[in-house]
């Protein structure tokens, strides 16, 4: 396995807490000094090339801010960790504009947006905004964030696309269209493997796989996390990956969801997850899987590209074309998933057992 920072070509990272007055290298040609200034920080000058700054790394007081930087027409990658920041909204400044980052509100309701195949630069605007008006608490990605994991310009094309919801902390997984590219560690930076790894945020437990193995078996991926799975005690454990567990878009795909069903199933439900949160269809899906059929399966319309019909429906309980994307909403102790279409009107909603 290739080291991180042998992946990590473009990284060139600084540092710092937001207390008191520092100095660092915000663009590769320039000594900025930083500033407390209303509430945020005055980076004062970017470079002359900077793509949309981005949130990573989000925990409900800090936060991982990214931007890409001109050095001589070479592109570098700096990052900036925010530490003291309160939960909820946050003002930055950059370049002297306002720039809102989001951190998780622990000990309240939660709202997380899903979204899924978004396939920059095929993004739907529509969905974006209606994303960025949840005013949530993170974003869950199920998968194929761009079109072409290998083609540069998608990622910088996915930044420019979504950046109302660059101040979120997105947690996605990886997708076929990004599944052999070096671009994927580039542009996120996560826990753990970053193509396998878990996060939790107050009652809710996520574990993320590649369900793009076709060598190796996603079952020892989830047993490589099993020693974290078994030691958290959250509410909910929801597990988040690419392609669904069953599938109604067409027979080969049908044939790989019963694989990653049987590989997985059992696992799942002897852990207690409770939620299965995927993608890859491109059309939206609800049923229930398990020994008890209380295992909600989801697979997330699509963000973008394309919204397929489905071909059968026997196997679900519900199905909807569409572009569209997901809520979860975790109130009083009970989480529930609700769909929504591009308009933000609601398509479906189901509450999510408790196990």
């Not at 605007?125 to 083609?151: C, F, P, R, T, Y």
């Not at 699509?302 to 059968?312: L, N």
Request: charged share 25%; glycine share 8%.
């Amino acid at each position: 396995m290739r080291s991180r920072m042998t992946r990590r070509r473009f990284l060139n990272s600084s540092m710092l807490a937001l207390a008191g007055a520092l100095t660092t290298s915000c663009s590769t040609t320039n000594q900025t000094l930083l500033r407390e200034r209303n509430g945020g920080l005055d980076f004062s000058d970017f470079g002359t090339s900077n793509h949309y700054p981005y949130v990573q790394r989000v925990t409900p007081n800090s936060a991982r801010l990214f931007w890409y930087s001109d050095d001589g027409g070479k592109l570098k990658k700096i990052h900036l960790d925010l530490t003291g920041l309160k939960q909820g909204e946050n003002s930055v400044f950059v370049c002297h504009a306002e720039k809102k980052i989001y951190t998780p509100r622990t000990g309240r309701d939660l709202i997380i947006p899903v979204m899924s195949d978004s396939h920059a630069p095929y993004v739907v605007s529509d969905v974006i905004n209606q994303i960025a008006s949840e005013k949530g608490d993170l974003i869950i990605h199920n998968g194929d964030v761009v079109d072409d994991g290998d083609e540069f310009t998608h990622w910088q094309s996915f930044l420019q696309q979504t950046k109302e919801i660059s101040g979120f902390g997105i947690f996605p997984s990886i997708g076929n269209h990004s599944r052999n590219s070096h671009n994927w560690y580039n542009f996120f930076d996560l826990p753990g493997l970053e193509r396998t790894y878990t996060h939790s945020v107050s009652d809710l437990f996520f574990t993320h796989l590649d369900s793009n193995e076709y060598k190796r078996s996603v079952r020892g991926q989830f047993l490589g996390l099993q020693d974290e799975i078994k030691a958290s005690e959250a509410k909910f454990k929801i597990l988040v990956m690419h392609h669904p567990m069953q599938s109604i878009a067409s027979a080969k795909r049908q044939k790989y969801s019963e694989r990653i069903k049987n590989e997985l199933l059992d696992l799942i439900d002897d852990a207690g997850f409770s939620l299965v949160l995927t993608g890859h269809d491109h059309v939206y899906q609800k049923s229930h899987l398990g020994r008890n059929r209380d295992i909600t399966h989801v697979v997330n319309s699509p963000t973008g590209k394309s919204a397929r019909a489905p071909i059968d429906g026997s196997y679900v309980e519900f199905s909807r074309q569409g572009y569209g994307y997901g809520v979860l909403n975790y109130t009083d102790g009970e989480l529930h998933y609700t769909a929504k279409d591009n308009e933000g009107n609601v398509v479906d909603r189901v509450k999510i057992a408790k196990r």
